[in-house]
């Protein structure tokens, strides 16, 4: 019930001019937003204001952060578990000025876990906030805003059928990342697939609880899945009360999917 009422809120959040869903492609298809599980709304939502540019919102019980290009959903609740150590092992921002903000990061008073030079030969970090929510940064110094969403990466021994699995249902194309070369695209998102030593928990119940998409038809997407034998969580319904449509689905490494129409209007 939990989940079906938290799908309810998500998309009923009003979305700020400069948040905007990314164009659908040719499908109807664009990158919606990560929900994540943690135990104080108000840190996180500090955060993610102050440090990477989001602007607040709340709509009923659910609060959030939009960023361009996506939204960050909270659940108060204690989390499993990190999102390290689960498939959705982390997602990941572009920042115009990588040194630049994490001076600000270590000001604040938070550690950094590393700094490295990323696959596509740019200046990363990854750092990890409360709860166990891991980000990665990549420097991007044409970026038009000081930070935007940028890319999701799941870790799993099966992350080559994975990545197939996602193309397949998704209808999308295996487009490499710098040197990653098992990664795909959604409008507004990059999906990045990698190898690891034995098996990573399912995201439900983890610090990385979820990730979604935006359809333009949700109804015959839900029929084509339906056809090629996709089980949903949550099967396809409207919620006239807010003009929305969800379902809700898990890939095979057990990531949780939530899938909308109506999202980009609000």
């Not at 009923?60 to 659940?75: D, E, Q, S």
């Not at 339906?226 to 396809?236: N, P, Q, T, V």
Request: with cysteine; glycine share 10%.
């Amino acid at each position: 019930m939990r989940l079906f009422l938290t799908a309810v809120a998500l998309v009923s959040l009003a979305a700020p001019a400069h948040a905007q869903l990314a164009v659908p492609n040719e499908a109807g298809l664009t990158y919606g937003h990560v929900h994540l599980n943690v135990t104080d709304v108000d840190l996180h939502t500090k955060i993610w204001v102050e440090h990477f540019g989001g602007v607040a919102t709340q709509k009923g019980f659910l609060r959030a952060v939009r960023m361009p290009g996506t939204l960050i959903a909270f659940t108060e609740a204690e989390p499993d578990g990190p999102s390290q150590g689960s498939v959705m092992d982390h997602f990941g921002v572009k920042v115009r000025d990588t040194g630049k903000w994490l001076e600000k990061w270590k000001a604040a008073g938070y550690t950094v876990d590393s700094e490295f030079t990323g696959a596509e030969g740019q200046h990363n970090a990854y750092v990890t906030l409360p709860d166990g929510v891991r980000v990665e940064l990549q420097e991007d110094q044409m970026l038009p805003v000081e930070v935007s969403g940028y890319h999701i990466h799941f870790f799993t021994p099966e992350f080559e059928s994975l990545l197939d699995w996602y193309v397949d249902v998704f209808g999308l194309e295996i487009l490499p990342r710098g040197r990653i070369e098992t990664t795909t695209n959604v409008p507004g998102m990059n999906m990045s697939f990698g190898n690891t030593q034995g098996e990573h928990a399912p995201s439900a119940g983890r610090a990385i609880d979820h990730i979604g998409f935006e359809l333009d038809d949700l109804e015959a997407f839900c029929r084509q899945l339906e056809a090629k034998g996709i089980e949903f969580d949550i099967a396809f319904r409207e919620v006239e009360a807010i003009e929305l449509k969800i379902a809700f689905l898990t890939d095979p490494s057990g990531t949780r999917i939530e899938l909308t129409e109506g999202y980009d209007r609000y």
